[in-house]
Nanobody, 118 residues
Framework: QVQLVESGGGLVQAGGSLRLSCAASGRIFSINTMGWYRQAPGKQRELVADITWGGRTNYADSVKGRFTISRENAKNTVYLQMNSLKPEDTAVYYC????????????WGQGTQVTVSS
C-alpha cells in the first residue's frame, strides 16, 4: 500500500517562509512526477509546482522566484520551500504523486493548511 504524508504547513506573516514536505512510502517501483497543488476557499485546485524524478521542474507564474520544489530520491520525498509569502498564497496545499507500482497510478495527500497573514 502506498501512502503520502505531508507536513510543514502553518501560519506565517507576509514575507515569511515555510517548507512543506511530502514523503511517499510503500511498494513503489519508481516515481514519475511529484508536485504541489493548492486550493483556496471558493476556488478550484491549481498547480503550484511539480518535479519529475529526472529533475525537471515546473512552476505557476504566481510563485516563480519565490518557491522552490526539490526532491530527495532516497527518501521518495518532495519539498516545497516557500519564501516571500503573500496573503494570496493562503490555501490548502496538496501533494500529488504519479507512481509506477504494478501499474501507473496517481495519489493525493491529505492536504496541509498554509495561512499567510498581512
Amino acid at each position: 500500500q502506498v501512502q503520502l504524508v505531508e507536513s510543514g504547513g502553518g501560519l506565517v506573516q507576509a514575507g515569511g517562509s515555510l517548507r512543506l514536505s511530502c514523503a511517499a512510502s510503500g511498494r513503489i517501483f519508481s516515481i514519475n512526477t511529484m508536485g504541489w497543488y493548492r486550493q483556496a476557499p471558493g476556488k478550484q485546485r491549481e498547480l503550484v509546482a511539480d518535479i519529475t524524478w529526472g529533475g525537471r521542474t515546473n512552476y505557476a507564474d504566481s510563485v516563480k522566484g519565490r518557491f522552490t520544489i526539490s526532491r530527495e530520491n532516497a527518501k521518495n520525498t518532495v519539498y516545497l520551500q516557500m519564501n516571500s509569502l503573500k496573503p494570496e498564497d493562503t490555501a490548502v496545499y496538496y501533494c500529488k504523486g504519479d507512481f509506477e507500482s504494478y501499474s501507473r497510478y496517481v495519489l493525493w495527500g491529505q492536504g496541509t493548511q498554509v495561512t499567510v497573514s498581512s
